[in-house]
């Protein structure tokens, strides 16, 4: 009867464990309160000490969603922590550590890489690499991409031939592709389609 009456008190005077913290769980068998036997509650955590001296425990703080780890250029690298911690790693080459103010992420972003080619200037605004965002590139171009997904530009072929030298007959529409590709365009009336230019149509240019 007297375990009983000792039941009955200890749970109207004792809040239930989930009942001491505003948002989740307690951490277990960690005590943050007042005396030797304190622990310092983990990062994350809040001391929820009880006025009365019935209880300390480490409370969860709100759960704020954190960001989407992000680059300014590129995509930063999986599975790599760079921040503060036994667990982290240093970026590789060509890469340098984005850490949050907050230390809610810190991931390695590529540096900014200039797209070069090797003959002549990559054209501009057109993205060949992969995603759904990706274009073809135009006659006479090439994808250039970046083995880390830096960049990925369309580049001018080496030693193109010259446009009249495609057409048997006459000189090509200038600017005109009626390849494959985005840029593509049909041939107007009088011309066919040779190469992915469009060449005068005569009977002895068809050969």
Known sequence: MAGMIVLLVTMLVI??????????????NVFCGRGPSRQNCPSGYTCNIDPADRFAVCCPKRVIPEPLASCKFGSPLPNIFCGRGPSR???????????????????CCPN????????????????????????????????????????????PRKRTPPASARCKCGQPIPNYSCGRGPFRKNCPRGYFCKREVCCQRRRRCYQ
């Open 15 to 28: 809040p239930h464990v989930s009942s001491r913290c505003e948002f989740g769980r307690p951490l277990p």
């Open 112 to 155: 900014k890489v200039i797209p070069e080619c090797k003959v002549g200037r990559p054209l501009p605004n057109v993205f060949c690499g992969r995603g759904p965002s990706r274009q073809n590139c135009p006659w006479g171009y090439y994808c250039n991409i970046d083995p880390a997904d830096k960049f990925a530009v369309c580049c």
């Open 89 to 107: 790693q240093n970026c590789p080459s060509g890469y340098t550590c984005n850490i949050d103010p907050a230390d809610r992420f810190a991931v």
